[in-house]
């Protein structure tokens, strides 16, 4: 007889952001989405934020609105740049004194995180300092040397990556990175979540320019979904007036030669180019999922079970 998942099992994505570079609040971006970056995961009871574009904003508001007890969330930041950082000090949990909130991030050229951020999100460029926040709210440097395992309690261990005695408990949450150099200047960390027998990999801002990234290819082998940057088209990528190559983001042909040599079971395209509308990624979901099998469009809002 089949064992019948409890809330406890599942493990749900929602997009809350799905777009690269900056917002585009225009009538014409609805259906794919015009926030920035981010990603919203219940692993059975825990919340998991994957970057803090605008699109954490709304994950906020959601969970001031239905919350019955004190929230407490993990939000893991690739990298520094504004689109993956800038709703951050929007998001309002963060101003409420029952909230604990653990961020682990990269900061560039081994800095200190929490001072990182407090210089170029809060102090000198936002009304409230760092230090004015109310809620219990934890700031680490995070790496491709460490994994992070968060139990069904929020309890929270950091391992070195190199220990061979890391838990494989199911009911915990483990939280792994491989960092890429090929985005400027600082590179950016690819993710591993590891819930309840399932694998994701979120890979945003991410050039795969070939298949020599072997590193990354078992970091990501046979991971039940894979989120990747998908900003341009090849005919973008490739312009001869302004060529793209070089700036960190992949085509759509690019995330799917990964998902194929990963062999991932599915491949959400992800970081929109800010200038594609919706009839221009209808007009791409049409012509890729048509050829493609287990290949899908993030869409701001839409939430599955992996």
């Known amino acids: 007889m089949e064992k019948i998942a409890t809330q406890e099992d599942k493990f749900i994505v929602k997009f809350k952001g799905t777009r690269g570079s900056y917002p585009v609040p225009k009538s014409n971006f609805l259906k ?62 963060l101003y409420i004194p029952s909230t604990t909130i653990n961020l682990f991030g990269s900061a560039p050229n081994n800095e200190n995180l929490k001072e990182t951020l407090k210089t170029i999100l809060f102090d000198k460029v936002f009304p409230l300092g760092l230090d004015e926040i109310k809620s219990n709210f934890n700031i680490e440097n995070f790496s491709d040397e460490i ?30 990175a491989y960092k890429t150099p090929m985005h400027p200047k600082n590179g950016c960390l690819c993710i591993k979540i590891q819930y309840s027998g399932k694998t994701l990999i979120y890979a945003t801002d991410k050039e795969s320019q070939n298949s020599s990234d072997n590193d990354f290819i078992n970091f ?9 940057d998908a900003q341009y088209t090849n005919d973008d990528y ?5 060529p793209k190559k070089g700036y960190g983001h992949s085509t759509f042909e690019m995330a799917i030669d990964i998902a194929h040599l990963t062999n991932a079971k599915k491949l959400f395209f992800f970081h929109y180019d800010p200038e594609y ?8 979901e049409n012509e890729l999922t048509k050829k493609y099998n287990r290949v899908f469009f993030a869409k701001e809002n839409y939430e599955f079970e992996i």
């Open 32 to 93: 794919f989405g015009g926030n920035t970056a981010s990603v919203e995961l219940k692993c059975g009871n825990q919340t998991v934020i994957l970057d803090a574009g605008t699109g954490i904003i709304d994950i906020g508001q959601d969970e001031i609105i239905k919350s019955q007890t004190p929230h407490k969330a993990t939000i893991l930041i690739s990298h520094l740049h504004q689109d993956h950082i800038q709703g951050l000090p929007f998001y309002k949990p």
């Open 147 to 176: 994994v992070i395992t968060i139990n069904q309690n929020g309890d929270i261990k950091l391992y070195n990556s190199k220990d061979a005695d890391i838990p494989q408990n199911k009911k915990d949450i483990i939280i792994s």
């Open 220 to 228: 990501a082998k046979n991971c039940d979904c894979l989120i990747h």
């Open 238 to 242: 490739l312009n001869p007036k302004h």
């Open 277 to 284: 509308d919706d009839t221009k990624l209808s007009n791409l």
